[in-house]
Structure formats: structure tokens, C-alpha cells
């Protein structure tokens, strides 16, 4: 009786995990995007996830102290934008479109088609956090 389950090692693990992201485009239909993730321990992507929350919370703090006021509905979006972008470049180390994988294409997306920017973002925590299989 032939199996194509592979046996479980502890301690073997991928430095990378390959997933097909697809979410609903604006004009209409569905986009699809292959990404190559950093496989990340459930332990080490919530210490990802602090790291992020810490920089946040100091660039907030930072803004107080300098008696900045709130920000405007373009600055947040800015920001937003691109903590997104810093935020997939954390997770993962390339994709299947044809432009570079660095911070000024991936601000792009977040910035062009922020609901692919979401499942990109919620494919890899559920990855991680349930050990979801690929598509």
C-alpha cells in the first residue's frame, strides 16, 4: 500500500514556503500571486509581530513628544502603505511578478491593490499560526 504522506521530523524545517495568494482585483475578477515565505516558528513570528508593534508605538511616541498633531487622512494612509510593504519584506523573499521584489514594488501593491496586500499578509499568518497547506 503506496503513501505519499511523508514522515514527520522534528527539527527539519524549510527555509522557505511557497503559496499561490489570490484576492478580488478592483476592476474586477481575481488576481493570483505566488510568494516565497521565511517559514517562521509560531514563537518567532510573534516576535516578529512585537518587533513591529514596538517600532509603531515608538514612531507614536515620537510624534507626541515632538507635540505633532494628528495625522492627516493622506499621512495615515502613507504610513499604512508602507508598514504593509516593510511588513511583507519581513515575511517574505520574493514573488511571481516581474518586478523586483524590494520596497519600492511592494509599496506599489499595498499602495495599487491593498486587497492582495491583505491576502498576501493573511495567507502567511495562517501558514504559520495553523500550518495551513498551500493551494
Known amino acids: 500500500m503506496a503513501t505519499n504522506k511523508a514522515r514527520v521530523v522534528l527539527g527539519k524545517r524549510p527555509a522557505t514556503i511557497r503559496r499561490t495568494v489570490t484576492a478580488d482585483l478592483p476592476e474586477g475578477g481575481e488576481g493570483m ?3 516565497d515565505f521565511r517559514y517562521r516558528t509560531r ?6 509581530l512585537d518587533d513591529r508593534m514596538a517600532a509603531a508605538q515608538s514612531v507614536d511616541g515620537a510624534r507626541a513628544e515632538a507635540g505633532d498633531g494628528p ?6 494612509q502613507a504610513v499604512s502603505v508602507k508598514a504593509t510593504a516593510e511588513h511583507i519584506l519581513d515575511i517574505a523573499t520574493g514573488w511571481s511578478l516581474p518586478e523586483p521584489f524590494d520596497l519600492e514594488h511592494v509599496v506599489q501593491l499595498c499602495d495599487e491593490l491593498p486587497g492582495m496586500a491583505t491576502a498576501i499578509v493573511d495567507e502567511y499568518r495562517m501558514a504559520i499560526i495553523e500550518g495551513r497547506r498551500g493551494n
Open 43 to 48: 514563537q518567532e513570528y510573534g516576535k516578529l
Open 33 to 35: 500571486i505566488e510568494v
Open 71 to 76: 495625522l492627516t487622512a493622506g499621512e495615515l
